[in-house]
């Protein structure tokens, strides 16, 4: 009884960490691509640069000089995640296998429904 306990304790653990991952994720990507430009394709401050605005109060040389490297940053995060994005996926797959390995075959249903519908509200974001 422990044992099963413990086992549904790792289970849980483990789906929250890599749900907590992918949302984590895909959060910061979708983030860093809706700042970058605007409906027509042109570049636009994003609100980091705006914040720093406002709250350390710099000039508009200083913005000048820092839009580009906030670009910058973005283009090179976009590049990483695109290079580690297949072992993430790999990673996840591997999980998921592993899981429904130990689930009954109405709870991998159940289990695959619920990834699914992650999916979807991930999309809709």
């Known amino acids: 009884m422990i044992r099963a306990s413990r086992g549904r304790a790792a289970v849980l653990l483990l789906l929250m960490f890599a749900a907590g991952l992918a949302v984590g994720l895909a959060g910061e990507r979708y983030a860093l691509h809706r700042g970058l430009t605007d409906d027509s394709g042109r570049e636009r401050r994003g609100s980091t640069i705006e ?43 591997s999980a998921r296998t592993r899981i429904e390995a130990v689930l009954s075959p109405d709870q991998v249903e159940r289990y695959r429904a619920l990834l699914e519908e992650q999916d979807r509200e991930r999309e809709a974001e």
């Open 51 to 93: 914040r720093f605005a406002d709250d350390l109060g710099i000039t508009p040389s200083q913005q000048a000089q820092i839009d580009p490297i906030l670009v910058e940053t973005r283009e090179q995060m976009s590049a990483v995640f695109d290079r580690v994005r297949p072992e993430w996926e790999a990673v996840v797959d």
